[in-house]
């Protein structure tokens, strides 16, 4: 997928995305995430706007104090439109993606939304977004090798391979006796 920057972006959506912006900027992520839609909305290549979306998504999350609890009730919530999502994963990636987007918009911090997400961008060929949005929520999944180990493959698939190596060696470090994780770490050090 070819990324398209804030000066490529016509006129009105970079008028939305300053708009959000400054709205992020003031705290009110509410409004800041509406205009933040809608301008991936009108342009899905637009990553800055998906990119500062997530992150008001995760602050917005966050700001409720999260908990397993949290995740389980938001799993229930989102369960029939995971399903509907992962029904169009083959014939209709994008229209996977669209579900995948109303699953974060439910929990951005849910792995098992963030896991069909990745899914779902990768079945669009859209690698990148994927990479963008589980690198935000690493911080609260960073010992969590399964999470690592799909980072750091999304990574390798994007030509990231600095990336990958950060992600396989907190792996190797989590799991010192594991030779998968330490051949892959090797790997990804020799691909940088």
Same mark, same amino acid.
């Given at each position: 997928?070819?990324?398209?920057? +804030?000066?490529?972006?016509?006129?009105?959506?970079?008028?939305?995305?300053?708009?959000?912006?400054?709205?992020?900027?003031?705290?009110n992520?509410?409004?800041?995430?509406?205009?933040?839609?809608?301008?991936?909305?009108?342009?899905?290549?637009?990553?800055?706007? $998906?990119?500062? +979306?997530?992150?008001a998504?995760?602050?917005?999350? !966050?700001?409720?104090?999260?908990?397993?609890?949290?995740?389980?009730?938001?799993?229930?919530?989102g @369960?029939?439109?995971?399903?509907?999502?992962?029904?169009? !994963?083959?014939?209709?990636?994008?229209?996977?993606?669209?579900?995948?987007?109303?699953?974060?918009?439910?929990d951005?911090?849910?792995?098992?939304?963030?896991?069909?997400?990745?899914?779902?961008?990768?079945?669009?060929?859209?690698?990148?977004?994927?990479?963008?949005?589980?690198?935000i929520?690493?911080?609260?999944?960073?010992?969590?090798?399964?999470?690592? $180990?799909? +980072?750091? @493959?999304?990574?390798?698939?994007?030509?990231?391979?600095?990336g990958?190596?950060?992600?396989y060696?907190?792996?190797?470090?989590?799991?010192?006796?594991?030779?998968?994780?330490?051949?892959?770490?090797?790997?990804?050090?020799? !691909?940088?």
């Amino acid at each position: 997928m070819e990324e398209i920057t +804030l000066e490529q972006v016509p006129r009105k959506i970079r008028d939305l995305f300053e708009k959000a912006m400054s709205a992020l900027e003031r705290g009110n992520a509410g409004y800041a995430h509406d205009m933040l839609k809608q301008v991936i909305g009108l342009e899905p290549r637009f990553l800055m706007a $998906r990119k500062n +979306l997530r992150i008001a998504q995760v602050k917005a999350a !966050l700001a409720s104090k999260p908990n397993a609890m949290t995740h389980q009730m938001s799993s229930l919530k989102g @369960a029939f439109t995971l399903m509907g999502a992962q029904g169009k !994963l083959k014939k209709d990636p994008k229209a996977a993606l669209e579900g995948a987007e109303k699953l974060l918009a439910i929990d951005p911090l849910n792995l098992s939304f963030l896991k069909f997400f990745a899914q779902a961008a990768e079945s669009a060929e859209m690698p990148e977004i994927a990479v963008q949005t589980l690198e935000i929520a690493r911080p609260y999944y960073a010992k969590d090798v399964d999470f690592l $180990r799909r +980072l750091a @493959a999304l990574y390798i698939k994007v030509n990231q391979p600095g990336g990958a190596k950060d992600c396989y060696a907190t792996v190797a470090e989590l799991r010192p006796n594991d030779q998968i994780a330490i051949k892959n770490l090797k790997d990804a050090a020799a !691909l940088d």
